[in-house]
Each structure stands twice: as C-alpha cells, then as structure tokens.
C-alpha cells in the first residue's frame, strides 16, 4: 500500500484518467472527490463489498429462501390472529 499526506485542495492521480482530491479535513472526517471516466466504477467499500456479495453463486437462490421465509412467516402471523 502507498501512504501518502495530503492536504486540502491537493490531489494525486491514479494512471492517467483518475484524480483523487481532497476538499476539506475536519476534525477525523476527510471529504474527498474522485474525478474517473464514467466506465471506471467508483464504490464506497462498503457498497463494494455488498456487490459482490450479491453476485457470488447461489446468492440469488439464498435472497430468494429469505423472502419466501419471510412470507411464511407473515402467512402464519396472520392465521393466529383472530378475525
């Protein structure tokens, strides 16, 4: 990994296409701005890993049981309470 100090307004680049700058620091909270071509997808860690997540094989089969047991669920709810 490459560590780097930057300060506001100072950027670096990544090859040629994208620029990473950093608009403000305050207190331990750092804003920055990403400026890539649109083909170059540009992801918080955090959504990143849920992308993936989603797309390994039998994810959609896992999502599918979960709604299906969801609706089980809720069926069930519904018989026990009285009409």
Sequence with gaps: MLVLTRKSNQSIMI??????SV???VGEK????IQAPQN???F???IY???QRQQEPGADAAAEK???AGEVDQ???GLSEPS
């Design 15 to 20: 090859g040629d296409d994208v620029e990473v």
């Design 23 to 25: 608009l403000s620091v």
């Design 30 to 33: 750092v804003r920055i701005g």
């Design 40 to 42: 170059v997808p540009v």
């Design 44 to 46: 918080r860690t955090e």
């Design 49 to 51: 890993l849920e992308i």
């Design 66 to 68: 979960d709604e299906v």
């Design 75 to 77: 069926a069930l709810r």
